[in-house]
């Protein structure tokens, strides 16, 4: 991911500096700021080689005058003017030092508020998508964009804009300084660009390549470890420990492999680039040297003249670089800006009358949906479920149950028919405020890292500590919510792992109860649980159901032959409806599920 390049180059890049137009003020400072830094450091070589110059001159002076048997005391070197030359070149240092520091401090302050606003753009939207984004899309995927794009986009932004500038600005003004001195020692200088060239050019893109393979193995190895460490029970319990070994060890191997030779071959550009840059100074320093023979050039600007040659190749690796860096750094934005781009949940009203004469708690009429355009898994759905009802839905896998739910719950929207909650087509109201009216206890519970006290007032935030702890005790929870070591100040950890499976279940349920819902969802939520928390479970159920509106997804038919009506469902159609007896005695599909339940249970 972190080497993947762009598919539009330009058009992600004019998006990225859009983001930046609320700070161009201070981007331009600091690019000033880097500029002036490099024009600074640019032209100390060249002052303090006029030091040398001095230095050179009083020694070959008093060399004359020695030759010539005039006695000296000591050589006249101008030692004042060789001081004003050394605190002026000190002072540009100086001046270049503050430079540098005022555009790392602009712009570190400025990425981490560009990215701040990205990230803040992102979690909104993510918000107004649908859950179809989420069901399409891995969560390690979308964190990786939230997370490790945004860091690429922030240190592009903090350090890589700055250093490309100021490579830019360097190579060019370092190659100016060098013709203001000589021309012809320029051209000996320049020789060995394409040397440069062909080693950034050849090398960095394979480099490039490897380091992309290196990190695809690496993604590969990580998302491994990650499902060992999960699955520990499983591969446990069917002794596959050698085997998940042994495929660690090839993922290990192909790793170490790919970032072998992508550390091998990128280890190659800078000692192939310092051999470039000696010949470079090998050629210079022996012409040079006899053009000041010559006098042609004076000794302190050949000095300077060795200092730009040593400076002139480091913008080229630099550059060549940064461009992969950018490269990335652009991909990512890219990545980015797909989710800011994903379709959003629809906002159009239904415009579907009122209907007072419909008495109705949840009314389904001619209810169409298919997750995939041309692939209707809902067809012409009708359900009445009146105040206070209990719905249990019943079939196979795949029957279409969840489906339900979730266009219940705006999840998805229908494709035709309309969905009525007293009367009122739902997609006539905010999503916020009907799923004010409702409250969900899942088979899968999800608590949140952090106390039992606030995952069960996550069901009502305005909730005082007495209903809370009223919620709990009518879910059963309280009694061992307090026999816990910190009772309600208990911290659950990331997957709420340091209690049981049946006492997160009554936690969900009592963070439904403090919810106080019109109507009710419940997926049955007993059959990785003892029997006797079973029977917590199904009593706190139950009263949690007691005068509301419940729709309840079954699995295990013994615990719904209460249900005011069962819909039994197959293929996105209701094939039949009635209380438990009447399916009974209708001996149809209900029936033949019922029965092949309790079969099996017999034969155990």
């Given at each position: 991911?972190?080497n993947?390049r762009?598919?539009?180059f ?5 998006r ?5 137009r ?7 400072l600091?690019i000033v700021m880097a500029i ?8 100390t070589p060249?002052?303090l080689?006029k030091?040398?110059t001095e230095i050179?001159k ?12 005039i006695a000296i005391?000591?050589?006249p070197?101008?030692f ?10 000190a002072?540009l ?6 430079a ?9 302050r400025?990425s981490?508020?560009?990215v701040?606003?990205?990230r803040k753009?992102?979690?909104?939207k993510m ?13 390690g995927?979308i964190?990786?964009r939230?997370?490790n794009?945004?860091d690429?986009?922030n240190?592009?932004l903090q350090?890589?804009?700055t250093?490309?500038i100021t490579?830019f600005f ?7 300084m060098?013709?203001t001195i000589?021309w ?11 040397l440069s ?8 893109p394979k480099?490039q390549?490897?380091f ?5 193995e690496?993604?590969t ?5 990650e499902e060992?460490?999960?699955g520990q ?5 069917f ?7 042994e495929?660690?060890e090839e993922s290990?191997q192909?790793?170490?492999k790919?970032s072998?030779?992508?550390?091998f071959?990128?280890?190659?550009v ?11 100074y090998v050629?210079?320093a ?6 000041v023979?010559?006098?042609?050039v004076t ?15 480091q ?7 940064l ?5 990335s750094t652009?991909?990512?934005?890219e990545?980015i800006?797909?989710i800011l781009d994903?379709?959003e ?5 239904a415009?579907v009358p009122?209907?007072?004469n419909?008495?109705?708690?949840i ?6 949906f298919?997750?995939?355009?041309d692939?209707?898994l ?6 009445s ?7 249990a839905?019943?079939?196979?896998t795949?029957?279409g149950k969840?489906?339900i739910?979730?266009?219940l719950?705006r999840f998805?929207?229908?494709d035709?028919?309309?969905?009525k ?9 905010t ?6 009216h409702?409250?969900?206890v899942l088979?899968?519970?999800w608590l949140?890292?952090g106390?039992?006290f606030?995952n069960?007032k ?6 005082s500590e ?5 919620a ?6 309280d009694t061992?919510?307090r026999?816990?070591?910190?009772g309600y ?9 340091n ?8 936690l ?7 919810a106080?819902?019109?109507v ?6 007993t059959s990785?649980?003892d029997t006797?928390?079973e029977?917590l479970?199904?009593?706190?159920m139950?009263?949690l ?7 309840v ?7 719904i032959?209460?249900?005011n009506n069962?819909?039994?469902m197959n293929?996105?159609?209701i094939?039949?409806?009635g209380?438990h007896n009447e ?8 029936a033949?599920l019922?029965n092949s339940q309790?079969?099996?249970n017999?034969l155990a």
């Amino acid at each position: 991911m972190q080497n993947k390049r762009p598919d539009n180059f330009w058009r992600a890049s004019a998006r990225l500096i859009k983001y930046t137009r609320h700070w161009i003020r201070g981007i331009v400072l600091a690019i000033v700021m880097a500029i002036g830094a490099v024009i600074l450091q640019i032209v100390t070589p060249k002052i303090l080689g006029k030091a040398t110059t001095e230095i050179f001159k009083g020694v070959m002076a008093g060399t004359s005058q020695l030759k010539a048997g005039i006695a000296i005391k000591s050589f006249p070197i101008d030692f004042k003017k060789i001081g004003i030359i050394i605190l002026e070149v000190a002072v540009l240092y100086l001046l270049a030092s503050l430079a540098q520091l005022i555009q790392q401090i602009v712009m570190s302050r400025i990425s981490q508020k560009i990215v701040y606003q990205l990230r803040k753009d992102l979690k909104a939207k993510m918000r107004r998508l649908p859950i179809s984004f989420y069901d399409t899309n891995s969560n390690g995927d979308i964190m990786s964009r939230a997370v490790n794009d945004m860091d690429n986009i922030n240190t592009m932004l903090q350090s890589s804009l700055t250093q490309m500038i100021t490579s830019f600005f360097t190579f060019f003004g370092v190659l100016i300084m060098m013709l203001t001195i000589s021309w012809k020692l320029t051209l000996v200088a320049l020789a060995t660009l394409p040397l440069s060239a062909i080693v950034v050019g050849i090398i960095a893109p394979k480099s490039q390549k490897l380091f992309g393979a290196q990190q695809a193995e690496l993604g590969t190895l990580n998302g491994k470890i990650e499902e060992d460490y999960a699955g520990q029970s499983i591969i446990k319990t069917f002794n596959r420990e050698n085997v998940t070994i042994e495929d660690f060890e090839e993922s290990n191997q192909k790793y170490y492999k790919a970032s072998w030779k992508a550390q091998f071959l990128s280890s190659f550009v800078f000692p192939l680039m310092n051999l470039i840059k000696n010949l470079d100074y090998v050629f210079v320093a022996i012409i040079g040297g006899i053009q000041v023979t010559n006098g042609q050039v004076t000794l302190g600007n050949i000095q300077a003249f060795l200092q730009y040659t040593n400076m002139f190749s480091q913008p080229i690796t630099q550059l060549a670089s940064l461009t992969n860096t950018i490269q990335s750094t652009i991909a990512s934005a890219e990545r980015i800006f797909m989710i800011l781009d994903e379709p959003e949940m629809s906002t159009e009203l239904a415009d579907v009358p009122f209907d007072e004469n419909d008495k109705a708690k949840i009314h389904f009429e001619n209810v169409n949906f298919g997750y995939v355009p041309d692939r209707q898994l809902i067809k012409n759905f009708n359900l009445s479920v009146n105040p206070g009802e209990m719905v249990a839905i019943v079939g196979p896998t795949g029957a279409g149950k969840t489906t339900i739910i979730n266009l219940l719950e705006r999840f998805y929207d229908i494709d035709s028919g309309s969905i009525k909650m007293d009367g009122l087509d739902t997609r006539d109201e905010t999503r916020p405020k009907l799923r004010s009216h409702m409250a969900m206890v899942l088979q899968d519970t999800w608590l949140f890292k952090g106390t039992i006290f606030d995952n069960i007032k996550y069901g009502k935030e305005s909730a005082s500590e007495e209903e809370v702890y009223e919620a709990a005790k009518m879910a059963h929870a309280d009694t061992f919510i307090r026999q816990l070591p910190d009772g309600y100040n208990t911290i659950l950890n990331e997957n709420a792992s340091n209690i049981s499976q049946g006492q997160r279940q009554l936690l969900t349920i009592a963070r439904a109860f403090i919810a106080n819902p019109q109507v009710l969802i419940l997926d049955e939520a007993t059959s990785s649980v003892d029997t006797r928390t079973e029977e917590l479970i199904q009593d706190a159920m139950d009263r949690l159901s007691q005068g509301r509106t419940s729709f309840v997804i079954a699995h295990r038919l013994s615990t719904i032959q209460g249900a005011n009506n069962i819909v039994v469902m197959n293929h996105g159609q209701i094939i039949e409806t009635g209380n438990h007896n009447e399916l009974l005695e209708k001996e149809g599909f209900y029936a033949d599920l019922y029965n092949s339940q309790f079969a099996g249970n017999d034969l155990a």
